[in-house]
C-alpha cells in the first residue's frame, strides 16, 4: 500500500515502511512471537495514522516515524 512517501508492506512477522525517495527502510515493526497468533490483513491508513493488526492486536501507528499510539486486544 502507499501512503504518502512510504510504501507499507506487510510480511508474515514484520511491517515495513519503505521511503519512496530514499529506498531505504523508514522503520519497521515485529509482528509476532513464535508462540502467538498473528492476525493477516492490509494495513490502512487515514490522517496519517496506520492501523494493522500485528500478533492478533489492533494497533495505531504514526506514520511518520512507526510510534506506535494506541492499541486494542479485544
Known amino acids: 500500500m502507499i501512503a504518502g512517501?512510504?510504501?507499507l508492506l506487510q510480511s508474515a512477522e514484520i511491517l515495513y515502511a519503505l521511503d519512496l525517495e530514499t529506498r531505504q527502510v523508514a522503520w519497521s515493526l515485529p509482528g509476532i512471537s513464535s508462540n502467538s497468533y498473528f492476525g493477516y490483513?492490509?494495513?490502512a491508513v487515514a490522517?496519517?495514522?496506520v492501523y494493522v493488526v500485528l500478533d492478533g492486536?489492533?494497533?495505531a501507528i504514526r506514520?511518520?516515524?512507526g510510534t506506535e499510539l494506541w492499541r486494542f486486544s479485544g
Do not use: E, N, S, T
Open 47 to 49: 490522517d496519517d495514522v
Open 63 to 65: 506514520q511518520a516515524d
Open 41 to 43: 490483513g492490509q494495513p
Open 5 to 7: 512517501k512510504l510504501a
Open 57 to 59: 492486536v489492533l494497533r
